[in-house]
């Protein structure tokens, strides 16, 4: 590729990086169930807090432009957030941003350079100690994570694909390789709608389990998953945001996935049994 086809390509994920950063400042208040006045509410709320762009700076932004962004995607879906490539020029894509937050987030204790490292084995490039220590001094969640974690207590999602809960287990050795387990769980139904065995905990394996359960499920309103590398790849991220799916992260230490864990268990025992340990779930090879 030319040094020309180089930077369109740049360009244009430039782009994508500002409409995923769009989307995920107005999801939440896009959700067709609340009222004028608590989206208005909720509306107001984001654009009196910064938020880091992709470009890595601390902005704020109006409730005009919010606005017109929620309107653009009601009509155009996140394809109307993107810009042009030729009107993008952050430095810092906001999903590497958001990998780092992740990573710090899910472990408190890891430095700059440790988060540098893991960005770097699993991208092959990552920003700077500096600027990754900046990040975690200015962005609020870091700060927010110190509180004291709330009591919850039961839920169940009032109906089938309200809320689909994801996770992945660290499985049985086979050959002497490390095997996980990708699941995805209806928080409503308790039905295990998308699963996969692997020898990788990365993006493809994630997607074997996802892809045929949106194919014979349908489409989530909300899918809930942890802070592992595989969840807050870009590719998810990007995903949910094509179909409109809410993606939530939980809080290291936060207790919400109860049952896929007593799936988990379930699983992992039957594999122990002589005879099914090698294969998965449904019979096939591993990936």
Same mark, same amino acid.
């Given at each position: 590729?030319?040094?020309?086809?180089?930077?369109?390509?740049?360009?244009?994920?430039?782009?994508?990086?500002?409409?995923?950063?769009?989307?995920?400042?107005?999801?939440?208040?896009?959700?067709?169930?609340?009222?004028?006045?608590?989206?208005?509410?909720?509306?107001?709320?984001?654009?009196?807090?910064?938020?880091?762009?992709?470009?890595?700076?601390?902005?704020?932004?109006?409730?005009?432009?919010?606005?017109?962004?929620?309107?653009?995607?009601?009509?155009?879906?996140?394809?109307?957030?993107?810009?042009?490539?030729?009107?993008?020029?952050?430095?810092?894509?906001?999903?590497?941003?958001?990998?780092?937050?992740?990573?710090?987030?899910?472990?408190?204790?890891?430095?700059?350079?440790?988060?540098?490292?893991?960005?770097?084995?699993?991208?092959?490039?990552?920003?700077? +100690?500096? @600027?990754?220590?900046?990040?975690? #001094?200015?962005? $609020?969640?870091? /700060? =927010?994570?110190?509180?004291?974690?709330? &009591?919850?207590?039961?839920?169940?999602?009032?109906?089938?694909?309200?809320?689909?809960?994801?996770?992945?287990?660290?499985?049985?050795?086979?050959?002497?390789?490390?095997?996980?387990?990708?699941?995805?769980?209806?928080?409503?139904?308790?039905?295990?709608?998308?699963?996969?065995?692997?020898?990788? +905990?990365? @993006?493809?394996?994630?997607?074997? #389990?996802?892809? $045929?359960?949106? /194919? =014979?499920?349908?489409?989530?309103?909300? &899918?809930?998953?942890?802070?592992?590398?595989?969840?807050?790849?870009?590719?998810?991220?990007?995903?949910?945001?094509?179909?409109?799916?809410?993606?939530?992260?939980?809080?290291?230490?936060?207790?919400?996935?109860?049952?896929?864990?007593?799936?988990?268990?379930?699983?992992?025992?039957?594999?122990?049994?002589?005879?099914?340990?090698?294969?998965?779930?449904?019979?096939?090879?591993?990936?």
């Amino acid at each position: 590729m030319t040094d020309r086809g180089d930077e369109a390509a740049a360009r244009t994920e430039r782009a994508r990086a500002i409409g995923l950063f769009r989307y995920q400042l107005i999801r939440e208040a896009a959700d067709p169930q609340l009222s004028p006045k608590a989206r208005g509410r909720l509306v107001r709320q984001i654009a009196a807090e910064q938020h880091l762009d992709p470009s890595g700076r601390c902005v704020r932004v109006s409730r005009d432009t919010l606005d017109r962004w929620i309107r653009a995607w009601r009509s155009g879906g996140f394809d109307a957030l993107v810009p042009s490539p030729r009107q993008s020029s952050p430095r810092l894509p906001v999903e590497i941003i958001e990998m780092a937050i992740a990573l710090k987030r899910e472990n408190p204790e890891r430095t700059a350079a440790q988060v540098r490292r893991i960005l770097r084995a699993q991208l092959g490039w990552a920003p700077g +100690e500096r @600027t990754l220590q900046r990040h975690f #001094a200015e962005h $609020p969640v870091i /700060a =927010s994570d110190q509180r004291a974690q709330p &009591v919850f207590g039961r839920f169940e999602a009032t109906r089938p694909n309200e809320l689909w809960t994801g996770d992945a287990l660290h499985g049985l050795r086979l050959d002497g390789r490390k095997t996980y387990l990708f699941a995805f769980l209806d928080d409503h139904s308790r039905a295990a709608v998308g699963h996969r065995f692997g020898f990788a +905990e990365d @993006t493809v394996r994630l997607a074997t #389990a996802l892809r $045929p359960a949106l /194919a =014979s499920r349908g489409v989530p309103a909300s &899918v809930y998953v942890d802070n592992g590398s595989a969840f807050v790849d870009a590719w998810l991220l990007r995903a949910c945001a094509k179909l409109g799916i809410r993606l939530v992260h939980s809080r290291p230490g936060q207790q919400g996935r109860g049952k896929i864990e007593r799936f988990f268990v379930r699983h992992e025992a039957r594999c122990r049994i002589p005879g099914l340990a090698g294969r998965n779930s449904e019979g096939g090879s591993w990936v």
